[in-house]
């Protein structure tokens, strides 16, 4: 089940963010490497987990296994403030246009040989879903080249906004890819099941859907 977090509700997650934020650090600090990030408290957070993130979180018997972050591209994020040198052009900005960050799966829900892990796919779907809902048609991605191809196979219109470069020992390319109804309907057939990956919301859920930009 994917819960949507901001800062309207957040106050109602502190225990499953504290969670996603230590599946943050084992994701990219011990299992990538990105040692920059390392912090002895087990938690990865930075500057842009502000009251404008929006977190997502795939929770299963009350455990948080899949993680993702989206921020708003008309506030200081990733692409504009960290990473400048992937974007050749000007950057892509407005209401309707979301940085897609930090998205991670437990290893024990990954699975090989397949475009998407089910956890993967609940994920994608999720910032489609919010998306499509919340007027958002675009997001921003500085991702490893090999996602290229599985993104266009999922129906996202992808476009390169520079050339890769290498990062922490890793090649990334950013990008934008739209979506729309035909992306979400192509994610639904790719898992097998077409009901929505949000639920029904909640007290604790009220205003999530919102993007606060």
């Not at 470069?165 to 035909?182: P, Q």
């Amino acid at each position: 089940m994917l819960h949507i977090v901001n800062s309207l509700n957040a106050g109602s997650y502190h225990a499953e963010l504290e969670e996603a934020f230590r599946l943050r650090h084992r994701v990219f600090v011990e299992e990538k490497g990105w040692t920059d990030l390392r912090h002895d408290s087990g938690l990865e957070t930075d500057s842009f987990d502000d009251e404008y993130a929006i977190h997502m979180l795939y929770v299963e018997a009350g455990r948080v296994i899949g993680y993702q972050r989206m921020l708003p591209t008309t506030r200081p994020h990733l692409l504009s403030d960290v990473m400048p040198e992937l974007c050749e052009g000007k950057f892509p900005v407005g209401p309707n246009v979301w940085e897609w960050t930090r998205y991670c799966v437990e290893p024990a829900h990954r699975e090989r040989g397949r475009m998407l892990s089910p956890v993967a796919n609940a994920l994608l779907s999720g910032i489609v879903e919010w998306g499509l809902h919340a007027g958002v048609d675009t997001i921003v991605i500085e991702m490893n080249p090999l996602w290229l191809l599985r993104l266009v196979q999922l129906h996202f219109r992808v476009t390169p906004l520079g050339v890769p470069k290498v990062i922490n020992n890793e090649e990334i390319v950013a990008v934008t890819a739209k979506f729309d109804a035909r992306t979400l309907e192509r994610l639904r057939e790719t898992r097998k099941a077409f009901s929505s990956t949000i639920p029904a919301r909640s007290t604790r859920d009220r205003g999530a859907e919102t993007p606060q930009a």
